[in-house]
């Protein structure tokens, strides 16, 4: 896990990814550490870590300054070799990554322990702003009840597609939280704006 800097964020990169049958998880946590020497040295990045699922999948998480730089960041370090031997290790076709461009103002980064993402798309009769209101509503009124929790936004994956990314202290908490989430009225209300059959819930927590 690595700071770059204490900027704003504007988007969060979420790839997730399996490490190849042969690689250890020592072998992939002392990648790491040598890809995050690299992006240290990376313009409009601002935070890094590496987390895991349940389901042994790993993602990189990476906040940024713009969308652009993320973007940009394979062509600027890919061919050095931290980076080529990180991406060794990882299973090609397991890649999957997505850009979370951030829907709230001067979002500052906490040092993340876990991430709980939600995925979803808003239904045809709601518009974003009942979405980015509804999310405010979350936190001020359920979220902030938790001392468990450390951020809260709205990401926009692509024109109707969204995510709600909670960053948090510890697992167990959270998980905790999550139960209570379909009881409370504030969180009801993204429920009934979200189409169901879109809806992906995991949990992820810090190992690097």
């Known amino acids: 896990m690595i700071r770059i800097n204490n900027h704003s964020a504007k988007v969060m990169e979420f ?3 399996r490490k190849k049958k042969d690689v250890s998880d020592d072998e992939l946590l002392l990648a790491v550490l040598k890809f995050e020497t690299t992006l240290s040295l990376q313009q409009g990045l601002v935070f890094h870590c590496l987390v895991r699922n349940y389901d042994n999948e790993y993602a990189n998480v990476l906040f940024s300054e713009s969308i652009q730089c993320l973007k940009d960041l394979e062509n600027h370090i890919g061919d050095l070799p931290e980076v080529k031997n990180f991406f060794n290790l990882i299973e090609p076709k397991s890649v999957q990554v997505e ?3 951030i829907q709230k103002e001067s979002f500052q980064v906490p ?3 876990c991430v709980e993402r939600g995925i979803f798309s808003i239904r045809v009769d709601h518009h974003v702003y009942d ?3 509804i999310s405010q509503n979350i936190e001020e009124q359920y979220l902030n009840m938790f001392d468990n929790t450390q951020a809260h936004f709205i990401g926009r994956i692509n024109a109707n597609t969204f ?3 909670t960053l948090v202290k510890t697992l ?3 998980k905790k939280t999550c139960m209570g989430y379909l009881d409370d009225p504030s969180c009801q209300e993204l429920l009934a704006i979200a189409d169901q059959d879109s809806m992906e819930l995991d949990f992820w927590y810090l190992i690097a």
């Open 131 to 133: 979405l980015l209101q």
């Open 15 to 17: 790839t997730r990814f």
């Open 163 to 165: 995510s709600e990314i």
């Open 172 to 174: 167990g908490a959270t």
């Open 111 to 113: 040092d993340v322990s």
């Open 99 to 101: 850009y979370h461009e």
